[in-house]
C-alpha cells in the first residue's frame, strides 16, 4: 500500500462497502438524515409561534411521517446502491430515481393526491446532488465534519433557486429574497445538524470499539442467570492478557483484535492496530481498502521483531491468486511469515490523514 493518504469513501462512511454491512454507520446516516429534517421543524415552530404557541405552530403529522420514511428509504437506497454499484455518480443517481420511485405511493397515502411532476422531477435532482455533494466532500474535505457539511449543504443550495423558479411558474406567486435566504439558512442549518449527527455516531461507535478491544475478556450473558465465574486456570496454562494499545515508531496507538473493531476506528479516521495472522491479510486487506480507499496511509509490520514488510511481500500476501505459484509455476507458494523471523502474525496499522 501507498505512503500516500486518501480520505475514506462515501460507501465506506454509509456502512455500505467492505465484507458485510456495517450497521452502526448505517444507522449513523439515517439518523443525520432524520434529525436534520425534524430539527427545522422544530426551529420553523419557533419562529412562527414562539415558545407560547410552539405546539401549534408545528406542521401536521404526516409532514413528520413523510420525513420519517424518507429517511429509511433514501438510507435503504443510499445503502444498496453504494453497495452494488462501483461508480459513485452512477450509485447517486440510483439511490435518487430509487427513493423517488418508492416515496410515491407514500405521499399519495399520506397527502391523498401525488405531488406536481415537477415536485416529483426536483426531488430526483435533490437527493442526486445532495448524495454526489457528499461523495466528493467525504472524499476530498478533512475534517470529516466539515466535509459532511459543505456536501450536505452544497446539493440543496444548488437546486434551491431553479425548484423554486419552477414552482412560481406552476403556481402563480412572486419570489421574494428573503424567502430564498430564509430557505438557504433553512438548508445550512439542516446541513450542519447531519453533519454532527453522522460525525458524532460515528465517532462514538470507534469510541465504543476501541474500548471494547481494551476489554477483550469482558462480558456478561444477556439472558438467563448469571452463573458464577469458572476458576481461573493454573498460570502455565494461561495465555498473555490481549494488549489495548502498542508502541510503534515511539507512539502509542490503540491496538484491536478483530475485524470489526478495526474498521470501526478506520472509518471515523482515528489511528489503529490490527494484529493478524498473514494468512488472513488478503480477506483483511479488501474488508480495509474498502473502508480507507485503497492508498491509505498505512504499513505492514512483523508482530514479533516489528520489522515492516516490503511492498514486494504486502502485495504478494494481497494477491494470492496471483502469486499462488513460485518461480518453478508447479508447486504451491510457500507459508506467509516475516522475511526476518519466520513469525505468522503482523500488525496492520493505520494513520489517518493529518487536518
Not at 255 to 267: D, P, Q, R, S, Y
Not at 278 to 300: K, N, T
Not at 332 to 342: S, T
Request: charged share 10%; proline share 9%; hydrophobic share 55%.
Amino acid at each position: 500500500m501507498s505512503a500516500a493518504t486518501e480520505p475514506q469513501t462515501f460507501a465506506a462512511l454509509i456502512g455500505a462497502s467492505g465484507k458485510t454491512l456495517r450497521w452502526p454507520s448505517i444507522f449513523a446516516f439515517f439518523a443525520g438524515l432524520l434529525m436534520s429534517d425534524l430539527a427545522t421543524f422544530l426551529i420553523q415552530g419557533l419562529m412562527q409561534g414562539g415558545l407560547n404557541h410552539f405546539a401549534s405552530a408545528l406542521p401536521p403529522f404526516s409532514l413528520w411521517a413523510q420525513v420519517i420514511i424518507a429517511a429509511v428509504l433514501l438510507t435503504a437506497c443510499s445503502v444498496v446502491a453504494f453497495r452494488y454499484l462501483k461508480n459513485a455518480l452512477a450509485a447517486s443517481a440510483a439511490a435518487a430515481f430509487a427513493f423517488m420511485l418508492l416515496m410515491l405511493p407514500f405521499r399519495f397515502l399520506l397527502f391523498g393526491s401525488q405531488p406536481h411532476p415537477v415536485l416529483i422531477g426536483s426531488s430526483f435532482a435533490w437527493n442526486f446532488l445532495f448524495l454526489a455533494g457528499l461523495v466528493f466532500s467525504v472524499r476530498y474535505i478533512q475534517p470529516l465534519w466539515l466535509g459532511l457539511a459543505v456536501g450536505a449543504a452544497a446539493g440543496p443550495l444548488l437546486i434551491q433557486v431553479p425548484r423554486s423558479l419552477a414552482l412560481a411558474r406552476i403556481y402563480n406567486y412572486q419570489l421574494s429574497v428573503g424567502g430564498e435566504l430564509t430557505s438557504a439558512a433553512f438548508n445550512l442549518i439542516s446541513a450542519a445538524v447531519f453533519a454532527a449527527v453522522v460525525w458524532g455516531l460515528n465517532d462514538l461507535a470507534a469510541v465504543a470499539a476501541q474500548e471494547a478491544a481494551a476489554r477483550p475478556s469482558a462480558g456478561v450473558p444477556a439472558t438467563g442467570p448469571i452463573r458464577p465465574a469458572p476458576a481461573p486456570p493454573p498460570p502455565e496454562a494461561s495465555g498473555p492478557p490481549a494488549e489495548s494499545s502498542i508502541e510503534i515508531d515511539r507512539a502509542r496507538l490503540p491496538l484491536f483484535h478483530t475485524l470489526n473493531e478495526f474498521v470501526a476506528a478506520v472509518a471515523a479516521r482515528r489511528a489503529a492496530v490490527l494484529r493478524l495472522r498473514l494468512a488472513d491479510y488478503a480477506e483483511v486487506y479488501q474488508e480495509f481498502v474498502g473502508f480507507a480507499g485503497p492508498s491509505a496511509q498505512s504499513r505492514l509490520l512483523c508482530a514479533a521483531c516489528k520489522a515492516e514488510f516490503p511492498s514486494s511481500l504486502t502485495l504478494r500476501l494481497a494477491a494470492p491468486d496471483v502469486f499462488r505459484a513460485d518461480a518453478a509455476g508447479d508447486r504451491p507458494a510457500p507459508a506467509p511469515g516475516c522475511p526476518r523471523c519466520g513469525a505468522a502474525e503482523a500488525l496492520l496499522a493505520y494513520r489517518p490523514a493529518p487536518h
